[in-house]
Each structure stands twice: as C-alpha cells, then as structure tokens.
C-alpha cells in the first residue's frame, strides 16, 4: 500500500510519502525533490518534468509548461499565461467553452490540440511512476493541493484529468488547509492542549503564480483554517517579467533588436531573468547576466542589482502590501499576537518579506521547510484520513471562502435564493434546508455578476426516481435537503426527506358477528352511566399530522465541466501510455543489443583465437549486419525485432567460439582424493 500527497505547482511539483510511520519526500529520477510541471509531446516517449523543462527553449512549440493558471477557467488571467511555451487557450468569458487548452507539435512534427484536463492527467502519470518508483509498491490513496480559492468547476477539472491518468481515488484539499496540518502535527509538542485557547499563525505563502495569506489557529490535536485572502498577481513569474522587459529594453537601446518578437529569444530572457531574481535576492552586489547569441547572433548584456530590482518591481509589491493589509483588516486581529511563517520560493526576496515584517510588527519565520511544507500537509492528512490506517485523534478544519445560494424556481417562474453557507464557516459541516420544490441548484454567491454562470454553478440537487403525489396531503409538501460541505471543497446532498401535512384516515369499524366464536369470552355488557355523570360533548375534529418520507437524492456535477469524463480522452491517452512503454522497452533492447555488440566486438579484436577458423568469417558477416542494422532508421520496428536480433546474434556467438571448460583449482587445505587404478582386462577368447 502507498499513500502519498502532491502539492501541484505552477512551476514545479512535489510528491511526499508514507514510509515507517514517517512523511518523506520523494526524489524524482534525477535526485531532485522539485519536478517540473511541464510535459513535451515532441517524441516517444513523451518527455515530463526535468526533461519537458529542458525543452521549454528548443521545443517550445512542442512543451506545456507553467499550466496551472489554465485550471481556472472564471477569471481573466493575463500577463501569467505567457510564461507557457506552446500556443495555448484560455476559456473566453464571452463563449461557452468549458475548458482550456493548447495546440502542440507531435513527434512526427503535427500539430495536435489538447483539453487542459489531458495534458494534466499526462503529466499525474509521471508523478505517480516516480511514487511508485520511490516507494515500490503502486499508489492507492492520493490527496492533491489546489488553491482555496478554486471554485467546484475547477476542482472537477482536476478530478477529470485524474480519472482520464487511471486514478480515479485521488482527493483534493487547500494548499491552505495542508498547510495548516502540517504545522500542526509536526510541532505539536509546542502548541497548546485543545481544551485551552489554540495558537493563532499566519501562513503567508508566495508562490510561482500567485501569494495567499491564510490564518489559522492550531493545538495538539488538530488545526483550523479561519480565514485566507489571494493575489493572483503576485509571485515568481510577475518579478522575473519585470526583469526581463527591463533586459528587453537594455537589448533594443543597446542593439537596435525587439527580443519580444522572437519568441524563443523571450523565453530564453525569461531563464536569465529568473537568474537574476535569485541572484540580486541572495546578495546586494550587482549581477552581470548575459546570453549569447540571443537572437540574429547577437550577445545579450546586462547588469542588474536589487535596488534596480526592487524599484522595477515596486508595482508588485505594492499589490502584495495592500494583501496583506486587507488580511489584517478582514482577520481582525492583533499582530503581536499571532506568528507569521513564510512559504513558497518567492518568499526569499528580501523585499517581500520586509513588507511581511513591517505590516506584522514582528521577524516572519521560516521554521518550515518554505518548499516542502504543503505537499508533507497533503501526505499527512491523506495518511490519518485513510481507512486503511489506523484513526487518529487528529482533526483538520477549513473554512468556506465564499457564500454558498440555492437557487430554486417558484409556481410563478420566479427564482429565489437562500444562503446555504457563509464565509468563514467551519467545514466539514452539515446543514438542513427546507424548500418548496423538489430541485435545487447551488452556486457562488457572485455568479449573478459573471458572463459564465456555469462556471460558477456548485451542483443540483433533486429527488431521485419517482416523486408521486399524495391523494391524502391538504398542502403542497416541502423538501428537507440536507447539505454536506466536506474538506475537499465539494458539496454532497446525502437525503432529502419529503414532508407534508395530511388528514389521519378514520379507522375502520369492526364488523360484528351473529354468534361469539366457541373458545372466546363474551364482551361484559354496558354498565348503565352513573347519576351524576357529567354529558359527553361532540369528538374533537381530527387534527393534520405531518408525514416525513425519506427520499434518494441525485447530485449532478457543476454545469461547468462534462457530466462523464470522454471516452476518448481516457482512450487517447491509454494509447499514448502504450506507445510510451512501448518505446521504453524498445530502448532498453536496443541499448542491451549494442552493448552486446561492442562487448563482441571487443573480443574479436583482443582475442580472436577463441572464434573457430571455419566460422570466424561467418561470424563477421552477422556483426557487419548488426552494425548497419543499429544505425537505420527503426521508427518501423518493434521490441521483438530487436530480441529477435540479440538473440540471433547470442546463438551465433555461441556457435563461433571455441567451447572453454572453466577448471576450479582445489583448496590449499584439501585432502587428495584416493583414486583407483584402472584396469584392463583381456579380450576373451
């Protein structure tokens, strides 16, 4: 059994498992904890992670990479999406288009277009081989980060890619929420028992593509998610682009050339630029960056200190300021007496966390690991959440980032709303809402706003099978829905239960008999009413009782993602998993076959006295063959052309050598064997 958690990133991607009890993080297979998120469809096998990254600038055409922002399909993303090599496609507001997506080259140099869904579920193959590489054993239970702010749509989105990959187990839960875990559990020895006043920290996490500030109150036994803001405009990308139109500029005064209208030029400036970022970050000094030959053969240079670098990021900064100033206003709360820890690369740029430190009064810490903190989260909690381990006392808490409507429709036609959920409302959580009607539909609150209500559309909810009426109920019933709002963000309607008022039928008189049956007692007669009895006044009207009827509950999937994951999504990409192994594999003969063929080669020119004389030459004919054959175009052969060659070649060795018979020498310490002698007898007579 393998549990393991991702925290999938814009720019690159960790994995962390359970091993003996403890969370781990994993190398990939170049002994890196951090894999690219990137996947390249410009050969056979594809190439993902530090070898897709590796084709960002040659293969642009032909690599995804930095697709995160694509998942989220309700917001106008911006200057983000140009950090993504191929051409690609956001969701138009204006359409009604459900999914992003991007057009690459093929290996056989095609254009293909595919849904974001299917370039993430290639990408989850990948990180799902490196656990199992790691942990040797095939994954069973997956939680995978999202951020807090991704409606239900976009976490369907992923849910849809995990199932297209062959995973249909993974789960979901906040970077926020992991977060939150993790320092929980791993400094519990610190915190405060859960029946005393929980420590209140505030996580302010930078990332790639964005920043959330989260704050979150914590004790021995578990943690919880009060509140978070973002800023998608905010993070790595935002201040290696600023540096790089600065390069961009020094390039076109200084050398008469436009790198923007080049694009591998502009993504080559982009590497330097992030270069140069973390240079200037680390030390003052001022940074000559330079690349050569950046475009029409012409040497870029350039030099850059961080006061350049703060000053052409000052726009960026503000924005993240103001963050963090809206956080404290909403959160309400006293600086002094909360504890900052920064998370994410970006978080190393002095300037933001100056910014951190003076809004907070206080020195922001970095007591975790700033990249691994989430994804040990996502591990830990898919271990303690898992059946197949043993409870914990462990309890994790997420709040609702936004108000939850359900929406119905009236006799009339007109729709009304209700409030199902509010901000900051604890979760997992429960509740129970009466309607008039059997349908319901739930969304964000601020869908009415949107071009794309779709997107925004949570699930509806109505009564499965048959919804008869009854003959008996005086007033149109109502509908109990009861709500469940869960930790990965997703909302279930486990039961609606159908009430309604009806009269209590009479009872039926019982018929009397001509003669009282042979073994019963007779009825005592009817005493006569005592004198001062008082006379009985009419019955009282029978009073409406209310039935409750328990009902099956359907739930659809938002309006903004397919109802059922396309066939021949899962079929596309099964197909090219084949080809992936089949390519794999072919490789692997291939290499053994020339390996095979040098090593016999070897022999031949070191010792050629082992070939027998009457089968050398023969022998040489087959390797001569082998030779032109390893070097010919093999796009149209298979595994077992290659087998077939190394084991023709293994046979035809074995038949051109001269047998040797390996004689071990006896032991210095052991004893002769006592032989007989032979004997010879006559030949009779």
């Not at 998120?37 to 293969?59: C, D, E, I, L, W």
């Not at 909690?381 to 009236?410: C, H, I, T, W």
């Not at 031949?604 to 009457?614: G, K, Y």
Request: glycine share 4%; net charge negative; aromatic share 10%.
């Amino acid at each position: 059994m393998s549990i393991i958690g991702i925290d999938l990133g814009c720019y690159s991607t960790y994995i962390a498992g359970i091993k003996d009890g403890t969370v781990e993080v994993l190398a990939n297979e170049y002994s890196l904890l951090a894999t690219p998120t990137a996947v390249s469809f410009n050969s056979v096998p594809r190439a993902m992670g530090v070898s897709a990254r590796q084709q960002v600038v040659p293969k642009f055409k032909s690599t995804v990479a930095f697709f995160k922002p694509l998942l989220r399909r309700d917001v106008e993303h911006g200057e983000i999406l140009d950090a993504i090599p191929c051409k690609h496609f956001a969701v138009n507001p204006a359409s009604n288009e459900l999914y992003a997506g991007v057009e690459v080259y093929n290996h056989q140099n095609e254009p293909v277009k595919y849904h974001i869904q299917q370039v993430l579920g290639a990408y989850l193959t990948k990180l799902f081989e490196l656990a199992r590489s790691s942990t040797g054993v095939a994954v069973e239970e997956c939680f995978l980060t999202v951020p807090y702010y991704f409606t239900v749509s976009d976490r369907q989105v992923i849910l849809e890619a995990a199932k297209i990959a062959g995973f249909p187990f993974v789960k979901l839960i906040n970077e926020t929420a992991a977060l939150a875990a993790s320092y929980a559990f791993f400094k519990k020895s610190s915190l405060p028992p859960a029946n005393e006043q929980p420590k209140k920290v505030v996580f302010v996490d930078v990332g790639y593509s964005q920043a959330q500030v989260a704050l979150a109150e914590v004790h021995k036994d578990g943690a919880r998610v009060v509140l978070a803001q973002h800023c998608s405009e905010v993070g790595g990308y935002y201040f290696d682009n600023v540096i790089r139109h600065y390069f961009a500029e020094v390039f076109q005064s200084s050398k008469k050339l436009d790198a923007k209208s080049n694009r591998k030029a502009w993504l080559r400036l982009a590497e330097e630029a992030e270069k140069a970022k973390k240079s200037t970050s680390a030390a003052s000094t001022k940074v000559l960056s330079q690349v050569e030959c950046l475009m029409e053969d012409t040497d870029f240079k350039a030099e850059i200190d961080r006061l350049k670098f703060e000053e052409l990021a000052a726009k960026i900064l503000d924005k993240f300021e103001k963050l963090i100033i809206n956080f404290l206003h909403e959160a309400q709360i006293n600086p002094a007496n909360v504890e900052v820890e920064l998370v994410g690369g970006s978080t190393r740029i002095p300037a933001v966390r100056a910014i951190v430190e003076r809004n907070f009064q206080q020195a922001a810490k970095t007591t975790m690991n700033q990249d691994e903190a989430v994804v040990r989260g996502a591990a830990l909690m898919a271990g303690l959440l898992s059946p197949r381990v043993r409870a914990s006392q462990f309890k994790l808490q997420d709040f609702v980032p936004e108000n939850v409507l359900a929406r119905y429709q009236s006799d009339n036609g007109e729709y009304k709303y209700a409030t199902i959920y509010k901000r900051g409302d604890a979760i997992p959580s429960k509740r129970h809402a009466t309607f008039p009607v059997s349908e319901v539909d739930l969304y964000y609150s601020h869908f009415a706003s949107s071009q794309r209500q779709d997107l925004l559309h949570i699930t509806r909810v109505n009564v499965g099978g048959k919804n008869e009426p009854n003959p008996n109920a005086i007033e149109p019933p109502k509908f109990r829905f009861t709500f469940s709002y869960e930790l990965d963000h997703l909302i279930y309607c486990n039961t609606i239960t159908r009430i309604e008022k009806e009269m209590p039928q009479p009872e039926p008189e019982p018929t009397a008999t001509a003669e009282t049956k042979e073994g019963e007692q007779k009825a005592p007669e009817q005493q006569p009413p005592a004198e001062n009895a008082q006379p009985q006044g009419p019955p009282a009207p029978p009073q409406p009782k209310e039935k409750e009827t328990r009902m099956q509950a359907f739930c659809s999937l938002s309006s903004g993602v397919d109802q059922i994951v396309r066939q021949d999504f899962i079929d596309t990409e099964h197909k090219m998993r084949l080809n992936d192994s089949e390519a794999i594999k072919k490789a692997e003969v291939k290499n053994a076959l020339e390996s095979y063929f040098f090593e016999l080669r070897d022999k031949m020119d070191t010792n050629p006295e082992m070939f027998l004389p009457d089968k050398k030459d023969g022998f040489m004919k087959i390797m001569n063959a082998i030779d032109e054959f390893m070097y010919e175009d093999d796009s149209h052969l298979s595994v077992d052309d290659y087998v077939k060659r190394l084991n023709s070649l293994q046979d035809a060795y074995n038949a051109s050598v001269i047998q040797q018979v390996k004689i071990e020498e006896a032991p210095a310490n052991s004893e002769a064997m006592e032989v007989d002698p032979p004997r010879v007898e006559e030949p009779s007579s």
